[in-house]
C-alpha cells in the first residue's frame, strides 16, 4: 500500500545537504515497512538493524565513536557493504541512545552515507534529556494510514475521482454516496496497516477486531517500559479513559474520569508519557486566538484523543455493526469518533497540533489552525444538522477571514465559511490553497 510519506523520503534521499534522518510515529505505523521499502525502491541495497530484536549492536556504538570502524562492523555483521549507495536502516533506536548521538558523527564525517532511523517509543527518548544530535539530523512523522491513504485499496475510481478536483463544488450524488459508504468503513477499520491489511485480505470485520485487540494490548505492553513503575498503571489509566473523555459534550480532560479523587499532579506525567509516545494528541486551550497560537495557550486546560480512530472505536467498545446503522458513527459518543478523525487528518496535513478556543460556557470552537498567518476556525458537525452557534459567536467576535466546517453536507464555499464533506477532510490543506489563490487574484 502506498503511503504519502514516500515522495517527502524520495525528497530526502536526493538532497544533496541531506542529513541523518529521524522517522516518529507510533508502533504498528508502518515505520519498518517504509524504511525497507525505500531502501528496495531507492538504493542498490540496504542495510537493517533492530536495536530490540539484537541488543549486542549497542557494543558498537557505547564502545567508540569512529564511524569508520561502525560502519565497517556493521557491514561485517549484516553481510553487505556500507557506502553511499546503500540505505542504512536502524530501527529501534531508542534503545541505544549512544547510536542515537552518534547521528551527529555520521552527519559530520561521513555526510555521504544515507542513514535513517526509527522507533516506536522514539519520542520518549527525545524527550528524556539523553545526548541528542541537536541541528544534525532531520525529522518526518509517520501516522496511521489516512482515509486518502485506504481509499485506492478499495475503490481506486473514487480516489481517481477526488484527486483530479480543482474546484469546490458539490460532488455528484453518485460519488457522495458511494464514498461516504467506503468513509464509514473507514472509521470502522481505523488507519492501522495490520488492520487494513486484514480487511483487505478477508473482507471482515471480525478479523480486524483481533488485530486491533492485539494492538491494544501490544501497547499496554509498552506502558510498562516506563521507568517509573509506579506510573505505569497511571499512563494506562489515562489511555483507557479516553472514550469517557470524549463522550461529553464538553470533551475537556477531566481527571476524576480517570480516576475517583484524581489529581493533575498525580497523572501529568502519565500524559506526558502518552503525548511523547505518540499515543495521543494533546490539544490545548488557547484564551485569545492570535498568532503564534502557542503563545496564549492555557495550560490548565486540553483535550486528549486517541492517534487512531479504530483504536478508538474499539477501546470504547463500538460493535462494528454500527456501520450498517444510519449515521450513528457519526453521532455516537457526541460525535467524537468523527472528531477524533477530523484532527488525525489535519496533524496529518499540516503537521501542526492544532488549539482549540472557548467563550465561557457559551460557545467552543473544535480546533483552531494556524497557517499562512492565518487563524482557521474549524467546526466538526456530525450530522446533517449544520447550525453551529459556536462558529457564528467566533466569527462575530474576531472576522476570520475563513472558517472550515466538517459535516455531511456536501462541498461548498460561501461568505468565508468552506463545509467540506467528512470524507474530504484529507483534502482540507489543497482546498483551502484554492481559496487563498483565488482571493488573491
Not at 529501534?92 to 532511523?117: D, M, V, W
Request: charged residues 20%.
Amino acid at each position: 500500500m502506498e503511503r504519502s510519506l514516500q515522495q517527502s523520503l524520495i525528497t530526502w534521499k536526493n538532497n544533496p545537504n541531506r542529513l541523518p534522518l529521524i522517522l516518529h510515529g507510533t508502533r504498528q505505523v508502518g515505520k519498518t515497512y517504509i524504511m525497507k521499502w525505500l531502501g528496495q525502491q531507492e538504493f542498490d541495497r540496504y542495510a537493517y538493524f533492530n536495536f530490540d530484536e539484537r541488543p549486542e549492536l549497542n557494543d558498537f556504538f557505547k564502545l567508540n565513536k569512529d564511524v569508520d570502524r561502525i560502519i565497517n562492523a556493521l557491514s561485517l555483521i549484516g553481510g553487505t557493504p556500507i557506502n553511499d549507495s546503500s540505505l542504512l536502516i536502524l530501527d529501534e533506536i531508542q534503545e541505544c541512545p549512544e547510536a542515537l548521538n552518534t547521528l551527529k558523527y555520521f552527519a559530520e564525517k561521513r555526510p555521504e552515507i544515507p542513514i535513517i532511523c526509527a522507533g516506536s517509543l522514539l519520542g520518549i527518548s527525545l524527550n528524556s534529556g539523553s545526548s541528542f544530535p541537536v541541528g544534525k539530523v532531520s525529522f518526518l512523522s509517520l501516522f496511521p494510514m489516512t482515509f486518502r491513504e485506504v481509499l485506492p485499496n478499495w475503490r481506486i475510481e473514487l480516489f481517481n475521482y477526488l484527486e483530479q478536483i480543482n474546484s469546490i463544488e458539490p460532488l455528484p450524488s453518485y460519488f457522495f454516496n458511494d464514498l461516504l459508504d467506503q468513509f464509514k468503513i473507514y472509521l470502522v477499520t481505523g488507519g492501522m496497516p495490520a488492520v487494513i491489511n486484514s480487511f483487505n485480505d478477508a473482507h471482515s470485520f471480525e478479523t480486524c477486531e483481533n488485530v486491533l485487540q492485539n494492538l491494544i494490548l501490544s501497547y499496554h505492553g509498552d506502558f510498562a517500559k516506563h521507568p517509573i513503575m509506579s506510573d505505569v498503571a497511571k499512563i494506562g489509566q489515562v489511555f483507557n479513559s479516553l472514550p469517557s473523555q470524549l463522550a461529553r459534550e464538553n470533551k475537556k480532560f477531566i481527571y476524576q474520569l480517570v480516576r475517583t479523587g484524581a489529581r493533575a499532579r498525580e497523572y501529568e506525567d502519565a500524559i506526558q508519557w502518552l503525548n511523547h509516545s505518540g499515543m495521543v494528541h494533546q490539544i490545548n486551550l488557547v484564551s485569545k486566538p492570535a498568532i503564534p497560537m502557542h503563545a496564549y495557550i492555557d495550560l490548565g486546560a486540553f483535550k486528549l484523543y486517541a492517534f487512531d480512530v479504530g483504536i478508538m472505536r474499539k477501546m470504547a467498545k463500538l460493535s462494528p455493526l454500527v456501520y450498517s446503522e444510519g449515521n450513528r458513527l457519526f453521532t455516537e459518543f457526541k460525535g467524537a469518533m468523527i472528531e477524533n478523525y477530523i484532527l488525525q487528518s489535519l496533524i496529518a496535513q499540516f503537521s501542526e497540533i492544532p488549539t482549540y478556543w472557548t467563550s465561557g460556557n457559551s460557545a467552543e470552537v473544535d480546533f483552531l489552525l494556524e497557517y499562512n498567518n492565518q487563524i482557521i476556525p474549524v467546526e466538526v458537525k456530525s450530522d446533517e444538522n449544520i447550525k453551529s452557534r459556536s462558529l457564528q459567536i467566533y466569527n462575530q467576535k474576531y472576522s476570520p477571514k475563513l472558517r472550515i466546517r466538517y459535516s455531511l453536507k456536501n462541498l461548498s464555499y460561501q461568505e468565508g465559511l468552506l463545509n467540506i464533506p467528512h470524507f474530504m477532510s484529507d483534502y482540507t490543506k489543497e482546498l483551502v490553497d484554492l481559496i487563498m489563490i483565488d482571493n488573491k487574484s
